[in-house]
């Protein structure tokens, strides 16, 4: 049987759409005693088969023991579900006005379990903007067409709905996976249309914290390092990279970890025993310096929304204890 993508499914406890990425930040949103796996099933009304969601109930650890969240469908779906055309349609050979390039990009992302290729940045203090579903993201796609300015394949408009993402963690998890899987070439090869930059490289858009704290795409920077302290629900964070030789730190209040459906998610992973380091991405934070009482100049990083934050962890020991799960 020919495995179908699937990029959101319906999920009968919520009783909506989602993608695996909010299906994670529902699960941990619920208290420990009551979390239970979520039932999923075609989001096609017309198909319905049963989906399964993988890895979305752990926490992602990082380096190789990283695998990405995803929908599969252990049962085949009838000929005139939307995802059996949408797998046709990424999986078909290359056509007449395609070029090299995009033709190569697009076989590089059938590799992947996601296939995120418009990122929405716009970080807004609102709960309606934290899911990932197909109401929200369709409700945005006309300032997307408006802004990168590309003129799209016909195909490639058609699923924008489900392939564009305003979630971080969703858009890290796709750059994760694809630097563990893919070859350099193809890393390099992949392409993201960021709203108000149009397509950009991907591996230019999320660069290492000690090149600096900014990309020229007001990007994603990440880095390593340890969790210093806790202030009630929130955090300071010491990154192990230096930006020219000044140590750099991550700040964030209570009154920020307070706001938000994902505060219960990180506030786990911040929580996880025998960490050997924890890895933040963080997007477009605000920078400022200040000398430190031993007459040092820091670095200190600031967000606004947890919406800019996805954190990742790699543990000291692999005891079926100590496995990374919640």
């Known amino acids: 049987m020919k495995k179908t993508k699937v990029l959101f499914a319906y999920c009968k406890e919520l009783k909506r759409s989602i993608s695996i990425d909010e299906a994670r930040v529902e699960y941990f949103f619920r208290k420990k005693e009551e979390r239970k796996r979520f039932t999923f099933s075609c989001s096609d009304r017309n198909c319905g088969v049963l989906i399964s969601g993988v890895n979305y109930h752990v926490m992602a650890e990082d380096g190789i023991k990283f695998i990405a969240a995803h929908y599969r469908s252990p049962h085949e779906h009838k000929s005139c579900c939307e995802?059996?055309?949408?797998?046709?349609?990424?999986?078909?050979?290359?056509?007449?006005?395609?070029?090299?390039?995009?033709?190569?990009?697009?076989?590089?992302?059938?590799?992947?379990?996601?296939?995120?290729?418009?990122?929405?940045?716009?970080?807004?203090?609102?709960?309606?903007?934290?899911?990932?579903?197909?109401?929200?993201?369709?409700?945005?796609?006309?300032s997307v067409a408006r802004n990168d300015g590309q003129n799209n394949s016909k195909g490639n408009s058609r699923w924008r709905h489900y392939t564009r993402t305003n979630q971080l963690q969703r858009l890290i998890d796709t750059w994760q996976e694809a630097k563990e899987k893919l070859s350099y070439d193809e890393y390099i090869s992949l392409k993201l249309h960021v709203t108000n930059h149009g397509k950009v490289p991907f591996y230019k858009y999320i660069t290492r914290i000690n090149n600096g704290v900014s990309n020229q795409?007001?990007?994603?920077?990440?880095?390593?390092?340890?969790?210093?302290?806790?202030?009630?629900?929130?955090?300071?964070?010491?990154?192990?990279d230096k930006i020219d030789d000044k140590n750099v730190h991550l700040y964030v209040s209570k009154d920020i970890m307070n706001k938000g459906r994902f505060k219960h998610y990180i506030n786990e992973i911040l929580n996880t025993k025998n960490v050997r380091y924890f890895r933040l991405f963080l997007l477009n934070p605000s920078m400022s310096e200040r000398e430190d009482s031993n007459g040092r100049i820091t670095i200190n990083l600031e967000i606004s929304n947890l919406r800019q934050l996805a954190i990742y962890y790699e543990l000291k020991t692999n005891t079926s204890a100590e496995s990374g799960t919640a």
């Open 217 to 240: 795409y007001n990007g994603v920077v990440f880095g390593g390092g340890y969790l210093k302290q806790r202030y009630g629900s929130g955090f300071l964070f010491y990154f192990f």
């Open 83 to 142: 995802w059996v055309q949408f797998t046709a349609e990424v999986e078909q050979a290359q056509s007449y006005d395609e070029s090299d390039e995009d033709f190569n990009e697009k076989r590089a992302r059938l590799k992947l379990k996601d296939y995120v290729n418009y990122f929405d940045p716009l970080i807004e203090d609102s709960e309606k903007i934290e899911t990932d579903t197909e109401t929200t993201v369709v409700s945005s796609t006309e």
